[in-house]
């Protein structure tokens, strides 16, 4: 708990809320879950003011979808790497047994929910440092018309770029009960030997974790 806190530069008064943000509801009754939702809110607000500030010049609808970049589940399970959040949470023995630790779904709302439980420990002024310290790299060293790109949208572009096949999407699994599924889907991309997949509540946002993951590997091979 206290590397977490010293990743995220902020020292919990009550601990309590701490923890539960890292208990995942099949763990228990007592659950992030609240948090996550109040997490969100809070979320959304302060990237939208920080994106307002940094970015004078960009109109309404690019600073739309640069934030929703940033905060979808691509961009939170992004974070929670960073802080490598996974080893922290609380889970219930059967996604214990999955390796629900490794899953972007859960990882993405144990970040919110975190940012939830720093906002009720602190107030606002506390959980937008944490968010700004979190997101500054992201923020200030990427363009922002390149950021608005989805994975799945870059992928495409630098694959005509250099004149080779797009990649082919294919569901692998679907986990989970009908009202709260998670798809596993494959990207394959056979001119550079890459299969990545992606973990998603939608098939869309499976494919674009797997687009993600692909891109970075076909990156590391023509670097």
Known sequence: MHELEDRIKYTFSNRSLLDQALTHRSF?????????????AVL???IGRYLFERHPDLPEGELTRVRSVLVDQDGLTRISR?????VHLKLGAGEEKTEGSKRPSILSDAVEALFGAVYLDSGFEAVERVIR???????????????SKDPKTKLQEFLQGIRVALPDYRVIDVLG???????????????????????????????QEAARLAYKLISEQEA
Do not use: K, M, W
């Open 44 to 46: 959304n607000l302060v």
């Open 82 to 86: 960073d802080l490598d959040l996974g």
């Open 28 to 40: 228990g009754t007592s659950n992030n879950e609240r948090l996550e939702f109040l997490g969100d």
């Open 133 to 147: 310290t979190l997101y500054s790299s992201y923020i200030e060293n990427t363009d922002p018309r390149e950021l």
């Open 177 to 207: 009960e009908a009202h709260d599924q998670e798809f596993v889907l494959e990207c394959r991309v056979p001119t550079f030997d890459v299969a990545a997949r992606g973990n998603g509540r939608s098939r869309r946002s499976a494919e």
